[in-house]
């Protein structure tokens, strides 16, 4: 069993940044994908980006250009870079491994 907990949460005024981190209690390369996920209120959770242990990445249509996703094998972490952020990014943030084990989340806060 890994735990998973995710940091740099917080409010933002539209087109900020936000950092989000991720650490893992063991080995991340045990897992065949890392991934960021969000909920809003009121909304089920969707994938936000996912990165293999390959480094093959992928990101849903609304964040593409504006996140990253990267791994450090090493320090057992991942990460979401968010630029340009908007309302509508308002959301708890979870990371999971392999979308079966999840943090207990960040809140991402974006005022217009």
């Known amino acids: 069993q890994v735990q998973l907990v995710e940091s740099g949460g917080g409010l933002v005024q539209a087109g900020g940044s936000l950092r989000l981190s991720c650490a893992a209690s063991r080995n991340i390369l045990t897992f065949d994908t890392m991934g960021w996920y969000r909920q809003a209120p009121g909304k089920q959770r969707e994938l936000v980006a996912t990165?293999?242990?390959?480094?093959?990445?992928s990101y849903v249509d609304s964040v593409k250009g504006r996140f990253t996703i990267s791994r450090d094998n090493y320090k057992k972490m991942v990460y979401l870079q968010m630029n340009s952020l908007k309302p509508e990014d308002t959301a708890v943030y979870y990371c999971a491994a392999e979308a079966r084990t999840w943090g207990q989340g960040t809140q991402v806060t974006v005022s217009s």
């Open positions: 990165i293999t242990r390959y480094g093959t990445i």
